[in-house]
């Protein structure tokens, strides 16, 4: 029962974080309005979506294959694959459709490939794809890693992994593999995975301590400010993310308030949200958009995509899971 809970707080933070990528990325297609209270969302959603959903499933990659006995990787692979493609390949598609430039032959093939990890790869068409082809690299890193023998070596290399990482966010280079966004991978999965480990051993830390960690770095930056955290920002975000997971998990009146039923129906439809908020968006400045006032335009946006993001869910993500276990 207490590890369901928990499971559907973290449904309540996707939810939250889920929505900070939509309006971070579509924000200005309708001028930014209530720009005084989503400012810093226009700002910095993105960064903290993205690195967030990162951590978040390198925490759960390692908690939940002790926790539930998952089954061998390759078969795991294939149920993500065929709950993951579906709304992978049809919301390129769908940008395909919108795209006003020439389709590249090598964009498309690194599209429907899911290799477009930075460098040599181009992104895809429907650019927030891009999360889900360095996520899968970095659960095929991960994988190969826990079938060490040695358990201290694993999370020896995963530690190298996240330190690596931030060394090439911080390079910012093009390289194969090796390309920032990668960068951006390796940090803050493996960080999840180092995170998952240190709260599962006795005697560690209790999950209380971790509020230091997001509300100290929190009030750090209302009085300085992003420009006057020393070092490189997106390093303070991580740092951020990774206590607030834990954080959340130890105060019982938060994992309440992020387990309401609708917080957490939107939080498991977390990756129909990602890939149709830019189809959508690029359909309804087209269409709706030209006629309505911009903030209410913006406000029925955000509802529709929450609408299709719950379809997505149950027709194309569980739907056709459902029909390939038939």
Not at 215 to 244: H, K, N, S
Not at 271 to 285: A, E, G, K, M, N
Request: charged share 15%; aromatic share 12%; net charge positive.
């Amino acid at each position: 029962m207490e590890k369901r809970e928990r499971l559907q707080a973290l449904d309540g933070l996707r939810a939250v974080f889920g929505m900070g990528i939509v309006i971070y990325h579509a924000g200005s297609a309708f001028g930014a309005p209530f720009s005084g209270a989503l400012g810093p969302v226009y700002q910095y959603g993105g960064y903290f979506g993205n690195y967030f959903f990162f951590l978040l499933s390198g925490f759960l990659a390692n908690y939940q294959k002790v926790e539930t006995g998952e089954g061998p990787f390759w078969g795991s692979l294939r149920k993500r694959l065929r709950r993951v493609y579906p709304v992978y390949a049809l919301s390129n598609l769908a940008m395909m459709v919108f795209e006003t430039g020439v389709l590249s032959l090598g964009r498309t093939c690194a599209t429907f490939l899911m290799v477009s990890t930075g460098g040599v790869f181009p992104t895809p068409y429907n650019f927030p794809g891009w999360f889900l082809c360095v996520l899968l690299l970095c659960g095929l890193v991960h994988e190969a890693l826990r079938r060490l023998p040695d358990r201290r070596l694993c999370l020896a290399l995963c530690a190298l992994l996240a330190l690596g990482g931030a060394a090439l966010e911080g390079l910012d280079g093009s390289v194969p593999l090796l390309s920032r966004v990668c960068g951006e991978g390796y940090l803050n999965y493996f960080l999840g995975v180092l995170l998952a480990e240190w709260l599962r051993r006795p005697g560690g830390p209790g999950r209380r301590f971790f509020w230091v960690v997001p509300g100290g770095l929190g009030a750090l930056g209302v009085l300085l400010g992003a420009e006057g955290l020393p070092g490189d920002f997106r390093w303070w975000i991580t740092a951020f993310c990774a206590g607030l997971i834990p954080a959340v998990l130890g105060n019982r009146r938060l994992e309440r308030w992020l387990s309401l039923p609708g917080l957490t129906d939107l939080g498991r439809c977390g990756l129909s949200l990602l890939l149709w908020h830019i189809p959508l968006c690029r359909l309804w400045v087209r269409t709706a958009g030209r006629v309505l006032v911009p903030s209410v335009s913006f406000g029925l946006y955000l509802t529709a995509v929450v609408v299709a993001a719950l379809l997505s869910r149950r027709y194309l993500e569980e739907g056709l899971r459902r029909l390939g276990r038939a």
